[in-house]
Structure formats: structure tokens, C-alpha cells
């Protein structure tokens, strides 16, 4: 009996927002990600509001004053399953540049391909998509970091800079968890951008590496 109390008094992260919520306040996808009631109704499933949520998210790119190129940059929703197949078993997202090599050998960016998980709500959706534009934008303009780690940096500190102007309700969630996140990659190289961002002022960081 005491177990059966302990049992059903147990609390499970939302798989988006990382708060707790008992079972019955959880929905679940075949695939296991669990989300939280205030997540489920903000879920993107299809085409249309992809596209929304991306136009918006290159408008915030602009508008920071980054040149993103737009016309050779397609965006998709795949389930998880996919993006398995693909080979990357946690990602949420993620950006593959086709680079051509001109008679000077020269690197050039051709077009790329997002994918974006099926079913993850608006918010977290803008800060992977804001992501995933920052690793196109690194390649449209073949920006170069001395690390692939500082690159991902970068391209958090776009999705948080992009995330921060939205007025989604869920959103103060989605920047909590991405910065506290304690992945030495996604959390610190977030952490190391945004304070050399801070310190140095947006066109002298960008300035580092453009
Ligand atoms: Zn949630
Ligand atoms: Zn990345």
C-alpha cells in the first residue's frame, strides 16, 4: 500500500520545459519524449506553422543585423525515428550545408537542408531553429572558429538572442533550461558566448570571426 502511494506520487520531467508534473498531467509519444500539458498545447505537427515560426525566426536574425541569404535554406519536420536513422540520437535539430569547391578552391555555400523534430512545442522549435539558421549562416558565409565546440557556440548564443524576443508563454522555461543546460557543449560554450557577447558588445564579437 505504501509503495502503490510512493508510486503514484512520482513526478516526471517534461521532456521540452523540464518540469515536473505527475503521470496523469504527461503525455507521451510513441518515440518516449513525455511532455507536460502547457507543452502539448503548443506542439507544431504541421507544414504551415513550421513555416510561420521560420519566417519569424529570420526575421529576428535580420533584424540582430546578420546577412542569412534566404532562398536556398529548406526546412522539414522528420519524427524521431529519422533522425536516428540519420545517426544523431539526441538531436532536436539539425542543419546539413551543401558546399561546392570553385577552380580556386575556394569553399562555397550552395543550399542546406534543416530538419526539425515532429511534435515539439513553439518555443523550444524557436530556439532549435534559431540554432540550426546559425550553423547555415556560419556556412553561407563560411565563417571560421577554431573549434567545432565554439561554433556551437555561436550558434547558441544566435538561439538565444532570437529566443529572447519571443513572447511565447513557455519561453522563460525553454531559456532556463538551455541555460543551465550542463552539456559542456550546448551549456558551457552558451555560457562562454553569451559573456564574451556581454563584454565585448554584439558587432565586436561577431567581428571576431566574420
Ligand atoms: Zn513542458
Ligand atoms: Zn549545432
Not at 513526478?11 to 507543452?39: T, V, W
Not at 540554432?131 to 553561407?140: N, P
Request: proline share 3%; with cysteine; net charge neutral.
Amino acid at each position: 500500500m505504501i509503495l502503490d502511494y510512493f508510486q503514484r506520487q512520482v513526478l516526471y520531467p517534461c521532456y521540452y520545459c523540464q518540469h515536473q508534473h505527475f503521470k496523469h498531467d504527461i503525455l507521451s509519444y510513441a518515440d518516449g519524449r513525455m511532455l507536460c500539458k502547457d507543452c502539448a498545447k503548443h506542439i507544431i505537427v504541421s507544414r504551415e506553422n513550421l513555416q510561420v515560426v521560420a519566417q519569424w525566426v529570420l526575421k529576428q536574425i535580420e533584424d540582430l543585423g546578420l546577412k542569412f541569404t534566404r532562398g536556398h535554406t529548406y526546412v522539414s519536420l522528420v519524427s524521431k525515428e529519422k533522425m536516428i536513422s540519420l545517426g544523431f540520437d539526441q538531436a532536436e535539430g539539425l542543419a546539413t550545408n551543401i558546399i561546392a569547391t570553385d577552380m580556386f578552391f575556394k569553399n562555397k555555400h550552395l543550399n542546406a537542408q534543416i530538419y526539425v523534430i515532429y511534435g515539439m512545442p513553439t518555443a523550444n522549435l524557436v530556439w532549435v531553429l534559431s540554432h540550426e539558421i546559425g550553423h547555415v549562416l556560419v556556412s553561407q558565409h563560411q565563417y571560421q572558429f577554431n573549434t567545432q565546440e565554439a561554433e556551437e557556440g555561436f550558434c547558441q548564443l544566435i538561439a538565444l538572442l532570437v529566443s529572447q524576443k519571443s513572447q511565447n508563454p513557455l519561453m522563460p522555461r525553454v531559456l532556463y533550461k538551455e541555460f543551465n543546460n550542463p552539456d559542456p557543449v550546448y551549456g558551457d560554450e552558451l555560457r562562454k558566448a553569451y559573456e564574451a557577447y556581454k563584454q565585448q558588445g554584439f558587432s565586436n564579437y561577431f567581428r571576431a570571426f566574420i
